[in-house]
């Protein structure tokens, strides 16, 4: 009972949406980009620390070791030199999206040779071998630790979920598992700390999960937290309650923006402001205010 995540396509504006051929061929737009909404002012300052440690780095620390000469810099092309700093933030991103695509590829490659029935050993013959690579080792190791010491039955993982709710939206969720006796709907996160925007995630994940299949049991939901900072694996369960309440502020956003994406498909092409494409139709257009 483990359905590969299907193909899903992104607009010229950053939207991502996926085809839900059950619903008709309908296009759903993604969880992520309804909690891509979410307001991050954190982010501003963390972008001007990068732009800062990119001047110290390449700019004022060779100065100070001689390996650059004021002469040099100002033959410099100073231009370039101020785009790449106020680029570096977006190299940092890229980066620890690249080591967090690779940690969740292992624990793909991992737990589905545990549903095969190949080997319930991580360090046996029957499981992959995985080229991790040595910088996220330690998150590679923590997760197998973790494994190790509590009882993980694993069900589905990487799996397409829906719902129709807020005029749809749809997702890849991570994993179904039951640990240490209890069934969880999990996200996997690899990031430095949990934010609210991840609680938002795993409400609209958890919604749609047992919307689909009201037959599993859901005990409780929680994060598998693989820090990039600290590279320790801890999990952390939330209760439904908590969840259901999050969810009632993922419905909101998930509603706000099918209205505003059926406004701008109904829009004349300059209005939008998108290239003429061979972007699928949206089929099925979101709910209106009036049909709650």
């Given at each position: 009972m483990n359905e590969r995540a299907p193909s899903r396509y992104e607009t010229e504006d950053g939207q991502r949406f996926?085809?839900?051929?059950?619903?008709?061929?309908?296009?759903?737009?993604?969880?992520?980009?309804?909690?891509?909404?979410?307001?991050?002012?954190?982010?501003?300052g963390w972008a001007a620390r990068m732009a800062v440690e990119f001047i110290q780095a390449e700019i004022l620390d060779e100065l100070e070791q001689g390996k650059?000469?004021?002469?040099?810099l100002r033959k410099a092309d100073v231009k370039q030199l101020v785009q790449d700093a106020r680029d570096y933030h977006k190299q940092i991103k890229d980066e620890a999206a690249d080591r967090g695509t690779r940690v969740?590829?292992?624990?793909?490659?991992?737990?589905?040779?545990?549903?095969?029935?190949?080997?319930?050993?991580?360090f046996g013959p029957g499981l992959p071998v995985v080229e991790a690579g040595r910088d996220i080792a330690d998150q590679v190791e923590s997760f197998i630790k973790w494994w190790l010491e509590h009882d993980v039955k694993p069900k589905l993982q990487e799996q397409k979920v829906w719902s129709v709710d807020g005029g749809g939206y749809a997702g890849t969720m991570d994993a179904y598992w039951q640990v240490d006796g209890k069934w969880y709907?999990?996200?996997?996160?690899?990031?430095?700390?949990?934010?609210?925007?991840?609680?938002?995630?795993?409400?609209g994940y958890y919604h749609a999960f047992v919307e689909r299949f009201p037959k599993l049991p859901v005990?409780?939901?929680?994060?598998?937290?693989?820090?990039?900072?600290?590279?320790?694996?801890?999990?952390?369960?939330?209760?439904?309650?908590?969840?259901?309440?999050?969810?009632?502020?993922?419905?909101?956003?998930?509603?706000?923006?099918?209205?505003?994406?059926?406004?701008?498909?109904?829009?004349?092409?300059?209005?939008?402001?998108?290239?003429k494409s061979a972007e699928p139709a949206r089929g099925t257009p979101a709910t209106s205010w009036g049909d709650l």
């Amino acid at each position: 009972m483990n359905e590969r995540a299907p193909s899903r396509y992104e607009t010229e504006d950053g939207q991502r949406f996926y085809p839900i051929e059950a619903l008709g061929g309908r296009h759903l737009v993604s969880v992520t980009t309804v909690t891509g909404i979410v307001d991050k002012p954190a982010l501003v300052g963390w972008a001007a620390r990068m732009a800062v440690e990119f001047i110290q780095a390449e700019i004022l620390d060779e100065l100070e070791q001689g390996k650059l000469t004021i002469a040099d810099l100002r033959k410099a092309d100073v231009k370039q030199l101020v785009q790449d700093a106020r680029d570096y933030h977006k190299q940092i991103k890229d980066e620890a999206a690249d080591r967090g695509t690779r940690v969740h590829k292992f624990i793909e490659d991992f737990v589905a040779a545990v549903l095969l029935g190949e080997s319930k050993d991580p360090f046996g013959p029957g499981l992959p071998v995985v080229e991790a690579g040595r910088d996220i080792a330690d998150q590679v190791e923590s997760f197998i630790k973790w494994w190790l010491e509590h009882d993980v039955k694993p069900k589905l993982q990487e799996q397409k979920v829906w719902s129709v709710d807020g005029g749809g939206y749809a997702g890849t969720m991570d994993a179904y598992w039951q640990v240490d006796g209890k069934w969880y709907v999990i996200d996997v996160k690899t990031s430095k700390g949990l934010w609210p925007e991840h609680e938002l995630q795993l409400a609209g994940y958890y919604h749609a999960f047992v919307e689909r299949f009201p037959k599993l049991p859901v005990d409780g939901v929680a994060f598998l937290h693989i820090s990039e900072l600290t590279g320790f694996a801890e999990f952390v369960p939330r209760t439904l309650d908590f969840i259901k309440g999050e969810y009632r502020k993922f419905f909101f956003l998930a509603h706000y923006v099918n209205v505003c994406e059926e406004i701008r498909a109904a829009a004349p092409p300059k209005v939008r402001g998108r290239k003429k494409s061979a972007e699928p139709a949206r089929g099925t257009p979101a709910t209106s205010w009036g049909d709650l």
